[in-house]
């Protein structure tokens, strides 16, 4: 039995499986009523495609039938500003530094307030397009983001019909959705450069005061390597090659793979 004294302390609620102050309030955010839901990758393109800021190419987009998009639909362009990679001085994981914590989480409540008077966005994906290891994602954004939002789910796999099926055919694990809150407005005088505050445990992040979309897309990824990784596999930023001889048997083909950093030629 959990005493009162003992459920009321930080500590030992970090380590429950489910639960943690961190999470408790980022994903309560996502159910807040100036939140909307977004169910189709045509709607978070037609929300995209018309916000401010905007900028529609005369490129099209190829398989639009398979994504879901209407046939009509152009690469996007949009600017977000002097930042063009991620910020490693605003990461801070809970739980690393309880001082710091006792800091942040107020701060974190309190910026959940203050968006209340905007309309956010919000829309779920699944990481892992293989049955063996699929997790759900769901990220919130605020309105006039909405093209972060649009290019998050086509860097995953928005979560329609077709694919809650897949997935909740796919291996189970004992593990939580992941849940991340977005707000690049944020500021506050003690982080100048932003903050990205995990819960690595507990699958979820909020990202405030940064609008470079790879802190979004990395943020989901390192949620779910860590999910990965808690499961007894090996997460990998790299990619896999087939290679084939010409006029060889099939047996003679060969895989090798490859790992380095974004944009450094691995594709």
């Known amino acids: 039995m959990v005493t009162r004294r003992e459920y009321a302390n930080e500590e030992i609620r970090a380590e429950s499986p489910y639960f943690s102050p961190l999470k408790t309030v980022i994903e309560t955010a996502f159910y807040e009523n100036h939140v909307k839901s977004i169910k189709s990758l045509e709607e978070a393109y037609q929300l995209a495609s018309s916000a401010a800021g905007t900028i529609i190419l005369d490129m099209p987009v190829i398989h639009t039938k398979e994504l879901g998009l209407p046939s009509y639909a152009r690469v996007l362009l949009t600017n977000s500003g002097a930042v063009v990679g991620r910020t490693a001085r605003a990461r801070r994981i809970f739980g690393r530094n309880p001082a710091e914590d006792q800091k942040l989480l107020p701060l974190v409540r309190d910026a959940v307030l203050r968006a209340k008077g905007r309309i956010f966005y919000r829309s779920s994906a699944v990481v892992g397009l293989d049955e063996d290891f699929m997790v759900r994602a769901h990220l919130m954004v605020p309105e006039d ?72 897309k990395k943020a989901t990824l390192t949620l779910a390597w860590s999910t990965a ?38 594709s």
């Open 145 to 216: 983001e909405s093209p972060n939002l649009y290019s998050w789910l086509l860097n995953f796999q928005i979560l329609d019909e077709a694919f809650k099926n897949r997935l909740f055919a796919s291996k189970q694990y004992d593990e939580n959705d992941i849940f991340i809150f977005f707000d690049p407005d944020w500021s506050h005088p003690d982080y100048p450069d932003g903050l990205v505050y995990f819960d690595v445990r507990h699958n979820c992040a909020m990202i405030l005061g940064l609008r470079y979309f790879g802190e979004l």
């Open 229 to 266: 990784a808690r499961n007894d596999y090996v997460a990998c930023h790299g990619g896999l090659k087939i290679f084939r001889k010409k006029l060889a048997k099939e047996d003679q083909d060969y895989v090798a793979s490859f790992f380095g950093l974004s944009g450094s030629g691995k």
